[in-house]
């Protein structure tokens, strides 16, 4: 458990099983005034006789619980419902038991970790329990970092191997990561192949685009390399390495820790070696202002087979005016990227709009931006007059209408369950570039330019199976369309002028 003394955790294990001191103590075969003093924090016991302690004791616990005590210890863990096996529970107590007690060991005796021959009886711990995985690599980081440290963490792992849970646990770790409040100049370096036989790609490619566009304030990196499929590895820089093995049925076999600075140093420079000398990164991250100024931008808009998934409002299909206004507004202070934004509104309007465009919109960010009227120009937020919105909004519709090359779709719901409270990602297709907008936080506005061609080619795989997919949430004619934008405007300018009136 975070930050929970060996003591505190005893304590609670004694509670939650509604056993006595005394009881835990004959079965440990201690005196009762050892339990009192470990409980306290008076005493720790030996380096030599944690590892038994912590097993008969999760043992112990186990055995006396009912199923109500059983449930209470479940919901106190975190432990999944449908775990039963008394083993496995047992695993995961003396788990939580020893690193409570290295915790502990490390605040109250320091110099205990330092090159110590007994440090070798705690600080490795194998587990061996597929359905806790998910819990580990940000419990790991949690545990052994304080709020002052600069993370540097390597990942290593084929996730297109790995079952959704535990994809989905490597997905939430920058959100667990950035709740621990880690300093802005942490890092985390995720190497990872593209082997993508037999895989889901609507589910994986989502994955992927949404820890490339989400929390921009950790550094987060992923590079495409040759992995071994079967072991997921992670470690922090002179803090842990985990290691975690998987069966070819995709369940993880076993886990290992270890905090052995021979071992943790090992992995890391062995990793560092391999991303630096047979790694390539996919991405390459450049601010609103570099894709406006070198004319990436522009670059895009000029190539062939245009695709935009649009999961958030932009300046795309606004009208020239509307264009002219908003860039005076944002960036009039800026000569240089004034006169490049008036190539760009020029070429839209001349060209781009009347060529042929396959594009995809949310149906939800077309009703949030009528409704409150919040935009991302050119990656920068900014909020609109509804005055603004309304001209914006007519003219995606004279677009639906008049314009034969321009197909647009509206996707009304969620292609993947488990990313329905996500921001909807943004990406931008055509031939030779290929690009998507991260969310923009605490002054990041930046785009994903993609580099790697093999996440190329998946990136044309996602758009095109979400373009043909043949469901009830994605929306293609253009009377229905039309109907509920029409819809939604209606009934926003109805609340505007009354609030207007009073």
């Known amino acids: 458990m975070k930050n929970v003394t060996f003591g505190q955790l005893l304590e ?42 912590c097993r008969i004791t999760s043992e112990f616990i186990v055995d006396s619980l009912n199923m109500s005590y059983m449930q209470d210890l479940k919901n106190y863990f975190e432990i999944d419902e449908d775990i ?12 939580s038991l020893k690193e409570s007690y290295m915790y502990t060991a490390k605040k109250s005796i320091p110099n205990l970790y330092k090159k110590t021959h007994s440090e070798d009886s705690y600080n490795s711990i194998t587990h061996i329990n597929p359905r806790l995985r998910k819990q580990y690599l940000s419990k790991d980081a949690n545990l052994f970092m304080s709020k002052s440290d600069k993370l540097d963490l390597i990942i290593s792992a084929d996730l297109y191997k790995l079952n959704n849970s535990d994809k989905m646990a490597i997905a939430d770790m920058k959100k667990d990561l950035i709740s621990m409040n880690v300093p802005e100049n942490s890092r985390v370096r995720f190497l990872m192949g593209f082997d993508r036989q037999d895989s889901d790609i609507v589910f994986n490619t ?17 590079f495409n390399c040759e992995v071994d499929s079967n072991t997921l590895i992670s470690v922090i820089k002179d803090r842990i390495f985990h290691a975690a093995v998987f069966t070819k049925d995709r369940r993880c076999l ?18 560092d070696d391999i991303l630096k000398n047979q790694a390539k990164p996919i991405l390459e991250i450049k601010s609103a202002l570099d894709i406006i100024r070198k004319r990436t931008y522009l670059q895009y808009i000029m190539g062939q087979d245009l695709r935009w998934l649009i999961g958030h409002m932009n300046e795309l299909f ?29 070429l839209l309007q001349n060209v781009i709009y009347k060529s042929k465009l396959k594009v995809l919109i949310y149906e939800l960010d077309i009703r949030k931006y009528i409704s409150v009227g919040k935009l991302n120009f050119f990656n920068i937020p900014i909020k609109l007059t509804f005055e603004q919105r309304e001209r914006h909004i007519n003219y995606i519709k004279k677009i639906i209408e008049e314009y034969d090359n321009v197909e647009i779709k509206l996707i009304d719901g969620d292609f993947v369950e ?16 290929k690009m998507m907008s991260i969310d923009p936080r605490k002054g990041h506005n930046d785009y994903a330019i993609i580099k790697d061609s093999e996440f190329k080619n998946i990136c044309d795989e996602f758009f095109e199976i979400l373009w043909y997919k043949e469901s009830e949430i994605v929306i293609n004619d253009k009377i229905e369309m039309l109907e509920r934008i029409e819809k939604t405007l209606a009934c926003t300018k109805i609340i505007n002028e009354s609030l207007k009136s009073e």
């Open 206 to 222: 989502t994955m992927i685009i949404n820890m490339i566009t989400t929390y921009p304030e950790i550094n987060f990196e992923i």
């Open 12 to 53: 609670k294990l004694l509670h939650l099983s509604n056993q006595k001191k005394s009881s835990l103590a004959k079965a440990l075969g201690y005196d009762v005034s050892y339990i009192s003093k470990w409980i306290t924090g008076k005493n720790l016991p030996t380096q030599k006789s944690i590892s038994d302690i």
């Open 318 to 346: 606004m009208p020239y005016d509307l264009f002219e206004e908003i860039s005076e507004s944002v960036f009039g202070d800026d000569k240089e990227v004034l006169d490049e934004l008036k190539k760009i509104n020029m």
């Open 84 to 95: 039963e096996n008394n083993f496995v529970l047992a695993q995961y107590l003396e788990r």
């Open 418 to 433: 488990a990313f329905k409270n996500s921001q909807y990602p943004s990406i931008y297709l055509s031939k030779s570039l």
């Open 254 to 271: 076993f886990t290992n820790m270890s905090k052995d600075k021979h071992i943790v140093d090992e992995m890391y420079y062995s990793l």
